[in-house]
Structures are given as structure tokens and as C-alpha cells.
């Protein structure tokens, strides 16, 4: 294998050398519980640092320090938002189960936890999308009903990085009286992000999809008091996430969110270069070859492509190989044999969805990685077209 071109970057990011760096003293040195901060002076120095992480990711996405909830990743947040939101309602309606709004493409995360909800008595519209990839938000104002107390919307697409009309479809909900929540999992730290301006009441996000560690993340909770705890404990977190902090993956979240907004605006234009290229290199030496998805209204990083006459497995494998590194799908769902519920979301058949790859950039991804892809990956597919 002469080289490796990681071109998954949708799946997880490498740790940062600064963001491992920042966070190596908390797993030895500075390792007490910041809960002992009123006592120890230990204590305390992992206390602030906490509460300087919790500083840095506000900042990221234009929050205030109090609205960040610390948690192990965006599964967590997005099962948080929906449970916890509509616990809350029902037990202001006095356990009358209630609506929510949540789209047919969203990360399984949110469809999960949105079955799971169903199983309790609660009522989910799915909503629909088009061929482009992005939410209409008359859609949405549509499926509202007059007990909705919800709605979810994904901030940017997991698979085809489609990124969703957030801020109108929060108008739509909040002059229904809902609350909104977006996952922004896929586009925190890669396109400006305010919750102020996007009018969000909650937001998810994961330290890995953008160079930090992996099994730490946030929930922006605008008001504390709509939301009922997924864990009881100890009190943690203003009492709404009970379990004892893991300082050194919040250190790492803090330190990647610092980095992160940093490094956007010039990491937007680069990544997005960068995409475009490989894609007209691509088209320019495969026949047959589309992007799920609409190309503009989408996050710099993602390329999602159907390259018809093939299987994506095979070309995966080979590319793999060649020292070339994507996926298929969500590398949450690869256990599956079905095609990508997103890919058959926007109509595409199950050959079309069997035959598309996802390609996903990152802060390491340089112009050698994108010409060596661009030259190998054209090869692989007239060899495996022939093999049909």
C-alpha cells in the first residue's frame, strides 16, 4: 500500500496533536473530580478547566456558557432532546402523551428514539424530502398539530450533507408553540453556526466529527427548564445529567471547539475547493457519475456520489486497497444489508443507493490526497464494470 487517503471523515476525525496535548494531563496529573472543587484545590483546577471547555464550545456555536450540557456524544443528545422534551410536556399535561415533527432522513439517533417514543403512546409525523436532499419547510408547518411539542430537524445530513432550512422551520415551530431541536452533529465546526440567529432551543454536537475525542459531546439546552433528565444521579450538570465528568474528553471537546472556530472560515473555502476538484476530476473520467443531493446547499467536507454499473462494496474494497479510505453510508448503520434509508429518502432506487460512496474531507486532507483519488478511483471502476 504506498499511501493512505482518508477520505471518511464524516465517520470520525483524528485527534488533533493540540487537542491530545491539552488533554493528556487531565488522565494523571490533574485527574481529581471537579466536583470536589469547593474543597480541594485539586479539585478546583479540574473545575476550571471544565468550565473553560464549557466556555470554548458556547463560543463555537454563539451560546451562552450556562446552555451547554456536557454528554457522551450526539447519540446521547439527540435521544436526550426527544425523551426529555416530550417527558417534560407530558408531565405538564399531566402525562397526556403529546406530537413531535422529526424528518425520514434524520441520523437513526433521532428515528430510534422517535420509535421509541411511539412504543410509549406519543404521535411522530415523518416527514418526507425531495429529490434534493433538503427539507421543505411547508412540510413541516404541514405535520404540525395543535398538541406538537417538537420538532427535529438535522442541521446538516449525515450521508449527503445536505444542510436544512434550521432557522425557518424553528419560526414555523415556535409559532406553533413547539420547541426546536437541530443536529448539528455533521456541521459544528465546519459552517458558522448561532443558535441565536437560527432560533434553536436545542442543539447536539460530537467532539470526534471535527478533532477531538470520541465519547464526549453537548446538548445547548436554551431553557433548562424544558427539558426533564435521561440520567439521574449525583446532580451533575445543574442537575439535569447526573454521572462524574469526563474531564479529559471535555478538555479535548473545549480545545477542538477552540481550534475548530478558528480555523472555519478558512477550512470552509479550502474543504469545498478541494471537494469541487475532486468531483470535476471524477466526472471528467467516469461516465455515468451524479451527486445525491443538492451540491450547493451542502457542508464543504461531503461528497456523496452514484457512479452507475457499479456496487459500492466492491469498489470500496478495492479503493481500501489502494490505500483510499471512504464509505458507503453512515458508519453507524454498516451492520445493514438494506440500502441507505437516506439515499432511498431522496427516491433513489435500491441499485442507485447500492451503487453510491460516500467521500468526506477533513482538516488533514491536502491537494496530493485528492489527485491520488481522483487517479485511482476512475481505474477501479472500468476494472469492475468490465467484471459485469
Known sequence: MERIVYLDNAATTPVDPAVMEEMRPYFTERFANPMTYTHSSSGDVAHTALEEAR?????????????????????????????????????????????????????????????????????????????????DPDDVRRAMKPNTVLVSVMHGNNEIGTIQPVTEIARIAHEQGALMHTDAVQTAAHIPIDVETMGVDLL???????????????????????LYPLLDGGGQEWGLRGSTHNVPGIVGLGKAAQLGKQRLPGELTRLAGLRNALYEKLASRIDRISVNGDMKQRVPQNLNIRIDGIDNEPLLLAMNEAGIIAAGGSACNTQETVASHVLTSIGCDLKEAKSSIRLSLGYGTTDKDIEYAADVIPGLVRFLRSMR
Open 55 to 135: 466556555i470554548r464550545v458556547a463560543s463555537l456555536i454563539g451560546a451562552k456558557p450556562d446552555q451547554i450540557v456536557f454528554t457522551s456524544g450526539g447519540t446521547e443528545s439527540d435521544n436526550w432532546a426527544l425523551k426529555g422534551v416530550t417527558e417534560k410536556a407530558s408531565r405538564e399535561r399531566l402525562h397526556r402523551a403529546g406530537h413531535m415533527v422529526t424528518v425520514e432522513f434524520e441520523h437513526h439517533a433521532i428515528l430510534h428514539s422517535a420509535v421509541a417514543l411511539q412504543r410509549q403512546g406519543y404521535e411522530v409525523s415523518f416527514v418526507k424530502v425531495g429529490h434534493s436532499g433538503i427539507v
Open 204 to 226: 447536539s454536537l460530537s467532539a470526534h466529527k471535527f478533532n477531538g475525542p470520541k465519547g464526549v459531546g453537548i446538548l445547548y439546552v436554551r431553557d433548562h427548564q424544558s
